[in-house]
Every structure is written in structure tokens, then in C-alpha cells.
């Protein structure tokens, strides 16, 4: 509450300091007109009395007008954002150069009004833009400087001022140069004095942050070791739960697996059975990637054995019901409601006749020169609203007919010239061009033209597909 409270003071009152700032500037420049009206008044009525006067009350009483204006000018963008301040900077900066330089030519044609534009000058630079760079230098530096070191800033800031100013009542011959000059040269060694124990303190200080960072990153280091290790023995772990290829290639030789974790462990996987004569295969998404998603595909992939060994399911619809049912008793044994599962594409094969059944993946088989598609029932494997049965299709296909089971990680996955997603169309063109070719060079095939597409942008999400050729 208190935090709460604080910062909410402190912001209000940054917000009124920035708002005053820009009034009091305005304040400033209406105060300047004013006392030039009055001034004016002053010297017309005024005029034979203050002509006995020194000059210097004259002087004195234009470069007062000319510093409550200038400063001004400083205030009403002191706390501007950094973009229009940097602009006020350029502007002013600009202008005082111009005005420089018109004095410069005056004095080189000997032509009148050399020393207001010389002070125009000098004051509009001076209380004008190096307020606003001093702002803007420490506004950049912030987070590496204390509140001290912004003192010294304005010490350095004023210091300048007032050595300019010297040298200006010096070339113009006015009383008071050798003080201000005088009173610029100790603001500075002061300054300078300062700055060499800041940098002292900030020597001893980047030396201990040097060392505690060492620590950190060794530290680091060995807990990124211990995860790496953790998860590539987890993957060893999963690599040995799922089937080996050599078992896939013995039972179904003409085929290909394209599988591409997006991290060392995934989500995605594929799943292999062999009950008798009928040989079962599938390409399944889990809910997540990496880890979370390693884990829910144990769970999934352990309910697909059970539901083919335990309870002796060859239906591919069947076994997904069972696995469903199963997948939502896994993730409900201490009462909390997980809404993780799994999207799949199963098939069963016997032969050449083809049974299929699909949780939101579709069956792709290529057929009498055309692709087509089994669209999968629109519901996964886990907790859905209102969930039905799921739908064996049946297939009689043919020699050199070919099927394909994936995961939406291929179409998923950015890339391209404008960073788009690689989507099923462009599969299935990849797919329909290379159909005459052996089944493994449509695998080198995909693999190449996701490389190309993906370009230097990361993988998105775990990649599996299934090629199968009768």
C-alpha cells in the first residue's frame, strides 16, 4: 500500500514539475516583455538623468531582460519529450550560429549592432540550448548516474555560462569580466575535483559489479548446464519410448517420418503398433512445446499402448475414444480440471485396406493422379465440450497409392519474403509435384523447402509428418 502510495505521489508530482516548468517559462517570457515596456517607458522618460549615469546600468538592465527570456525559452521545453527538446536544441543552436555569424560579418565590414548580435548570441546559446543538453546528456546517462553527478552537470553548465560571459564583457570592454571569468574558473576546478572522485567511486564500484557478475554468469552457467542435461536425458527418455525406425521401415518399408522438434524435446510425436497382422501408425500434436509438452505426449502416448494391448482396440475411432477417456482420467486423478491433450491422425493398416481416424488432423492420400482429403472429426483428445464418438473411414487404395499424416507445425511455420505462414497449400503443391518420385525424396523434398522458407526466423512449433507409399 505504501509502494502504491509513493509512487503514485511521486508521479503526480513529476507530472506538476513538468507542467510548471512549461508555465513558469511562460511566466518568464510574458515577465521579459513586460519589463522591456517598462524599460522602454523608463528610458524615454527618464532619459537626461540616466544619461549621467554609467552605461553600465543600461547594460545591466538589457542583459537581465535578455536572461529572464532566454531562460524562458529553456524552461518551456526543459521537460519536453527528448524529440521535440532535441528539436529546440537544433533550432536554438542554429539561430545563435546565424546570429554569430552576422556579427562576425559586421565586425568584418565594420557595419553597427556587432555587440547585440554578439550577446544575442552568447545568451541564446548559453540559457537557451545548454540547459536543454545538459537535460537531455543526463536523460541518456540516467540509469548510470546519481543525483550527484547531475549537480555536476549544471556546476559544468554554469561554469561555461559565465567564462562565455567573461569573455564577452572582456571583448565589449564591460566592467565585471575578470570576476565572472574568475568565479568560472573555480566553479570548474571544483567541478573537475568532483568528477575525479565520481569516477574513482565509479571505478571501485563497475570493479564490484564485475566480480558479482563473474559469479552470476558462472552460476548461470552451471544451472544451464544442469537444465540442458536434464532435458537430453529427458529426451533420451522419450526418444525411447516411441518407435524405433527400424521397426516402421520393417513393417511399412516404402515410408518416411519427417520429424523436427522445435526444442530438444517435443510435443509432437509419432506412434507405431503392431497387433497380428494389422500394423498401426500415427502423427499426434500435444498441447505445448519443449517440456510441457514432452510430458503431455507421455501421457498420450501411453494411452494409445493401453488402449490397443490393455484393452485389445484394433477400431482406429475406438482407440481414439479410449485414449480420450484415458488421457482425461491421467490428468484428473487429484481433482484438477487439465484441459491438455492431443490432436492425431491414426491409421491401421492391413494391406492394402486402410482404416483412419483423426482428432482435428486430417487424412491426406494421393489416389487416380488426384490428392484428396478425409477431414478429421473437429474435437481432440482430452476434455471438450460436448464430445462425440469418434469416426473410422475405411480406404481400399491401391498399389503405388500414397497417404500422409502430420501435425500443423509445417503449415504453421513463418517465413517467406513477407514472413507469412507456410499453410497446407503450399504442401500440397510440394506434395503433387514430387508424387513420382520415391517416397524418402519427398521427404528431402519438404525438408528443403521449410530451410528456405523458415530463412533465419526460429521455428515456431514441433514438425512431424508421415509419408506412406502402398
Given at each position: 500500500m505504501f509502494q502504491f502510495w509513493h509512487s503514485s505521489y511521486l508521479n503526480k508530482h513529476v507530472i506538476i514539475i513538468q507542467m510548471g516548468t512549461n508555465k513558469i517559462g511562460k511566466y518568464f517570457l510574458v515577465i521579459s516583455l513586460f519589463y522591456l515596456i517598462i524599460l522602454t517607458i523608463v528610458l524615454e522618460l527618464f532619459a537626461d538623468r540616466i544619461e549621467l549615469l554609467s552605461g553600465f546600468i543600461k547594460v545591466m538592465s538589457i542583459l537581465f531582460l535578455l536572461l529572464i527570456f532566454f531562460i524562458g525559452i529553456a524552461l518551456i521545453y526543459y521537460n519536453s519529450s527528448y524529440e521535440k527538446r532535441r528539436k529546440a536544441i537544433f533550432l536554438i543552436t542554429l539561430i545563435s550560429i546565424i546570429l554569430f555569424l552576422i556579427a562576425f560579418i559586421s565586425k568584418l565590414f565594420a557595419l553597427p549592432g556587432v555587440a547585440i548580435e554578439v550577446i544575442l548570441s552568447v545568451f541564446l546559446f548559453s540559457f537557451s540550448a545548454l540547459p536543454l543538453i545538459i537535460k537531455s546528456r543526463y536523460e541518456n546517462r540516467k540509469i548510470l548516474l546519481n543525483n550527484k553527478v547531475l549537480v555536476l552537470n549544471y556546476v559544468d553548465l554554469f561554469s561555461v555560462i559565465l567564462l562565455t560571459m567573461g569573455f564577452l564583457f572582456k571583448f565589449m570592454f564591460?566592467?565585471?569580466?575578470?570576476?565572472?571569468?574568475?568565479?568560472?574558473?573555480?566553479?570548474l576546478f571544483f567541478s573537475l575535483i568532483g568528477w575525479n572522485i565520481s569516477?574513482?567511486?565509479?571505478?571501485?564500484?563497475?570493479?564490484?559489479?564485475?566480480?558479482?557478475?563473474?559469479?552470476?554468469?558462472?552460476?548461470?552457467?552451471?544451472?544451464?548446464?544442469?537444465?540442458?542435461?536434464?532435458?537430453?536425458?529427458?529426451?533420451?527418455?522419450?526418444?525411447a519410448i516411441f518407435p524405433s525406425f527400424d521397426f516402421i521401415n520393417k513393417n511399412i518399408?516404402?515410408?518416411?517420418?519427417?520429424?523436427?522438434?522445435?526444442?530438444?524435446?517435443?510435443?509432437?510425436?509419432?506412434?507405431?503398433?503392431?497387433?497380428?497382422?494389422?500394423?498401426?501408425?500415427?502423427?499426434?500434436?500435444?498441447?505445448?512445446?519443449?517440456?510441457?509438452?514432452?510430458?503431455?505426449?507421455?501421457?498420450c502416448c501411453n494411452a494409445l499402448n493401453?488402449?490397443?494391448?490393455?484393452?485389445?482396440?484394433?477400431?482406429?475411432?475406438?482407440?481414439?475414444?479410449?485414449?480420450?477417456?484415458?488421457?482425461?482420467?491421467?490428468?484428473?486423478?487429484?481433482?484438477q480440471n487439465i484441459n491438455d491433450g492431443m490432436d492425431i491422425s491414426l491409421l491401421s493398416i492391413i494391406g492394402n485396406k486402410i482404416?483412419?481416424?483423426?482428432?482435428?488432423?486430417?487424412?491426406?492420400?494421393?489416389?487416380?493422379?488426384?490428392?484428396?482429403?478425409?477431414?478429421a472429426n473437429k474435437q481432440s483428445i482430452g476434455n471438450t465440450d460436448q464430445s462425440k464418438p469418434f469416426t473410422t473411414h475405411k480406404l481400399d487404395l491401391k498399389i503405388d497409392d500414397s497417404i500422409y499424416l502430420f501435425t500443423d507445425g509445417l503449415a504453421d511455420q513463418f517465413g517467406g519474403i513477407n514472413g507469412k505462414k507456410f499453410r497446407y497449400k503450399q504442401i500440397e503443391e510440394l506434395l503433387i509435384s514430387s508424387i513420382k518420385l520415391d517416397i524418402s525424396s519427398q521427404h528431402q523434398i519438404l525438408n528443403s523447402a521449410l530451410i528456405k522458407w523458415k530463412g533465419n526466423l526460429e521455428q515456431v512449433d514441433d514438425i512431424c509428418v508421415i509419408g506412406i507409399r502402398l
Open positions: 564591460w566592467p565585471g569580466a575578470t570576476f565572472m571569468m574568475i568565479i568560472g574558473v573555480l566553479m569516477f574513482k567511486r565509479e571505478v571501485k564500484l563497475r570493479s564490484i559489479i564485475e566480480e558479482r557478475l563473474k559469479l552470476s554468469l558462472n552460476e548461470i552457467e552451471e544451472k544451464n548446464k544442469e537444465i540442458t542435461d536434464s532435458i537430453n536425458y529427458a529426451k533420451r527418455i522419450q526418444d518399408p516404402n515410408s518416411f517420418i519427417y520429424y523436427q522438434p522445435k526444442d530438444i524435446v517435443a510435443g509432437d510425436f509419432y506412434w507405431a503398433e503392431k497387433i497380428g497382422d494389422m500394423f498401426f501408425i500415427a502423427a499426434a500434436d500435444c498441447t505445448g512445446h519443449g517440456v510441457p509438452g514432452a510430458l503431455v505426449s507421455v501421457v493401453r488402449s490397443v494391448n490393455e484393452f485389445k482396440l484394433t477400431e482406429p475411432g475406438l482407440i481414439l475414444d479410449k485414449t480420450r477417456e484415458l488421457v482425461i482420467e491421467s490428468f484428473s486423478k487429484n481433482g482404416k483412419w481416424a483423426g482428432a482435428n488432423n486430417p487424412l491426406w492420400y494421393f489416389q487416380d493422379n488426384e490428392l484428396k482429403e478425409i477431414k
